[in-house]
C-alpha cells in the first residue's frame, strides 16, 4: 500500500527533528513542568569489597571463632560506644597464651582486582592503651585441605592501640602474598600462598606474654577497593609475622 506524500513528509521531519534534539533537549524536556530532584550520591558501600563486621556478626552464615576455647566468646556491647552505629564488639583475650578471636564472613570474597591498590579498614579502642596485637587476614582454606591460611602484621607497625576510638587503615599489599596455617596433626605452622582469591574474615590476636592484659573493642572492619598509601611508621613493605 501506499503511503500519502504528506505522511512521508511528516515521518521524515520527525525523524529529522529527533536525530537534531541533543540528549540534554531530551533530559529537560519536562523541566518547565516540575522541578528535577538531584541526583542522590553513591552510596560508601559502593568503594567497600567486602563488610566484615558493623552491627554485629555477619548476616546469612557468618560467624565468630575463639581459641582456646576457654577464651571469652566476643560480643556486642555499646559500653566502649561505636564509631559506626550503636553497637561495637568487645574482644577480651587471655594474655598469657596465644589466643584470638576471628570474625568470619559468609562464604568468601575474591579480592586479587583490590590487591594494589585495597586497604583493611577499621576502628580499635584499648582498655589501657599500648596493646600489643596481631592483625590477621584469613583466606577459607581453599589451598590448605580446609584449614584457614593467614597473613598477619604487628598491631605496632602502624602505631599504638589507644584508650580512645583511632582508625587503622593497612594496604593489603603489606600483608603480602605468603600466608601460613597451623597443621596441627604434626604440631608445625606450614607455609603457603595466601589465597587473595578467596578472603574469609579478619582476626585479632596475642602472642604468650606480650600483654599484662588484653581487652579491646573493634567497629566497623571492611576491605576498601581503593585506600591511601601507606602513611605509618618507616619499615615498609612489612614481613609476615609467623
Known amino acids: 500500500m501506499r503511503l500519502p506524500s504528506y505522511v512521508i513528509t511528516t515521518f521524515f521531519l520527525a525523524s529529522v527533528t529527533l536525530v537534531?534534539?541533543?540528549?540534554?533537549?531530551?533530559?529537560?524536556?519536562?523541566?518547565?513542568?516540575?522541578?528535577?530532584?538531584?541526583?542522590?550520591?553513591?552510596?560508601?558501600?559502593?568503594?567497600?569489597?567486602?563488610?566484615?563486621?558493623?552491627?554485629?556478626?555477619?548476616?546469612?552464615?557468618?560467624?565468630?571463632?575463639?581459641?582456646?576455647r576457654e577464651n571469652p566468646e566476643?560480643?556486642?556491647?555499646?559500653?566502649?560506644?561505636?564509631?559506626?552505629?550503636?553497637l561495637a564488639m568487645q574482644i577480651e583475650l587471655i594474655a598469657s597464651d596465644y589466643s584470638g578471636v576471628a570474625i568470619c564472613i559468609a562464604g568468601s570474597v575474591d579480592l586479587t582486582p583490590y590487591y594494589e591498590e585495597g586497604v583493611l579498614e577499621f576502628w580499635i579502642k584499648g582498655n589501657e592503651g599500648g596493646e600489643n596485637a596481631l592483625f590477621v587476614l584469613v583466606d577459607d582454606g581453599v589451598k590448605s585441605n580446609g584449614e584457614s591460611t593467614q597473613v598477619k602484621l604487628r598491631s605496632k607497625s602502624f602505631g599504638d592501640i589507644t584508650k580512645e576510638w583511632k582508625k587503622f587503615t593497612i594496604p593489603l599489599k603489606t600483608f603480602g602474598t605468603t600466608g601460613v596455617y597451623w597443621d596441627s596433626k604434626?604440631?608445625?605452622?606450614?607455609?603457603?600462598?595466601?589465597?587473595w582469591s578467596?578472603?574469609?574474615?579478619?582476626?585479632?590476636?596475642?602472642?604468650?606474654?606480650?600483654?599484662?592484659?588484653?581487652?579491646?573493642?573493634?567497629?566497623?572492619?571492611?576491605?576498601?577497593?581503593?585506600?591511601?598509601?601507606?602513611?605509618?611508621?618507616?619499615?615498609?613493605?612489612?614481613?609476615?609475622?609467623?
Open 198 to 242: 578467596n578472603f574469609k574474615g579478619f582476626r585479632l590476636e596475642v602472642r604468650a606474654g606480650e600483654n599484662s592484659a588484653f581487652k579491646v573493642w573493634i567497629d566497623d572492619v571492611v576491605i576498601k577497593k581503593v585506600g591511601p598509601e601507606y602513611q605509618g611508621p618507616s619499615g615498609y613493605p612489612f614481613r609476615n609475622e609467623f
Open 20 to 68: 537534531s534534539a541533543s540528549f540534554n533537549d531530551y533530559r529537560d524536556r519536562d523541566a518547565t513542568r516540575f522541578t528535577p530532584k538531584e541526583p542522590k550520591p553513591f552510596r560508601q558501600d559502593r568503594d567497600v569489597a567486602s563488610i566484615v563486621m558493623r552491627e554485629g556478626i555477619p548476616r546469612g552464615g557468618g560467624y565468630t571463632y575463639q581459641y582456646p
Open 74 to 86: 566476643p560480643i556486642m556491647t555499646d559500653v566502649a560506644g561505636a564509631m559506626q552505629g550503636d
Open 186 to 195: 604434626n604440631a608445625r605452622e606450614v607455609i603457603l600462598p595466601f589465597a
